[in-house]
């Protein structure tokens, strides 16, 4: 259905071992991990639960445990920090491409005519950006949710066992973002050179209209981004476009930004 894996009976067994083979991880109850790959639009009798549930509680484990992580491994840095670091590693774009990697997409079942055409975009996204793109593609949060109601369920196969839970869940995030190879979201870093250099930027939002974004310095355009999906997109690519150009009319100067336009 729609390119995705439907576990019926028949084929019930073969996909539930495939998913364990991925992960590393023998459940116990094959039933719950049926419920973990349910989409709400899935309509069946052997399976009346969709993964809501599962997504939520996978979805506050990877907070705490990643916080966890973050807190003792880098006792420096600052609770904004230690934030988009997080951020970085379990947000939608972060948890939508471990699911693909991993090829976990393939084992939903749902009935969502968009299913093929997300999966496309999010092709075409990592193929822009191998690495995480800091806001500039859609990632459909229904990629997100898999991973998530997938960590759910495994921690309640282990019983509520976090450490069990973990070692499964490290293994399907790798590569972790880390300090050094964390990017700024384009607007933050758009902003924070503006702050620096004490000039003021204006937003035209165009969205409603065209889906567009535009960006001005002193009446000059100087970024343009648009996204069907998204306003963040397409303000995050406005904000990117507009850093490059502004960034090549910029000097620096004994260590301090000069403004060229």
Not at 12 to 26: F, R, T
Not at 67 to 86: F, I, N, Q, V, W
Not at 126 to 137: A, F, M, Q, R
Request: with cysteine; charged share 25%.
């Amino acid at each position: 259905m729609n390119g995705s894996v439907i576990m019926s009976d028949s084929s019930l067994q073969p996909s539930l071992k495939e998913v364990e083979k991925i992960i590393g991880y023998e459940f116990k109850n094959k039933g719950l991990l049926k419920e973990a790959f349910t989409h709400y639009t899935y309509k069946d009798i052997d399976c009346s639960e969709s993964y809501e549930r599962l997504e939520y509680l996978g979805g506050s484990f990877l907070n705490l445990m990643i916080a966890k992580e973050h807190y003792l491994l880098y006792p420096d840095m600052t609770s904004g920090e230690l934030t988009r670091l997080r951020a970085a590693n379990i947000d939608i774009e972060a948890l939508a491409r471990a699911a693909f990697k991993h090829g976990l997409h393939r084992f939903l079942r749902h009935q969502d005519h968009l299913y093929d055409e997300w999966i496309q975009e999010l092709i075409e996204g990592i193929k822009e950006y191998p690495l995480h793109s800091t806001g500039l593609i859609h990632s459909p949060k229904i990629f997100a949710d898999i991973l998530e109601s997938l960590v759910g369920v495994v921690y309640v196969d282990t019983n509520l066992l976090v450490d069990a839970t973990w070692e499964v869940v490290m293994n399907l995030l790798q590569p972790l973002v880390i300090p050094e190879n964390l990017n700024l979201n384009p607007v933050t870093r758009f902003n924070e050179m503006f702050q620096k250099i004490g000039i003021k930027s204006e937003y035209k939002d165009l969205w409603d209209d065209r889906k567009e974004i535009e960006i001005y310095v002193d009446e000059k355009l100087i970024g343009i981004g648009n996204n069907k999906n998204k306003k963040t997109i397409a303000k995050n690519k406005a904000a990117a476009q507009a850093y490059e150009n502004l960034a090549k009319q910029l000097a620096m100067e004994n260590g301090a930004f000069v403004y060229e336009l």
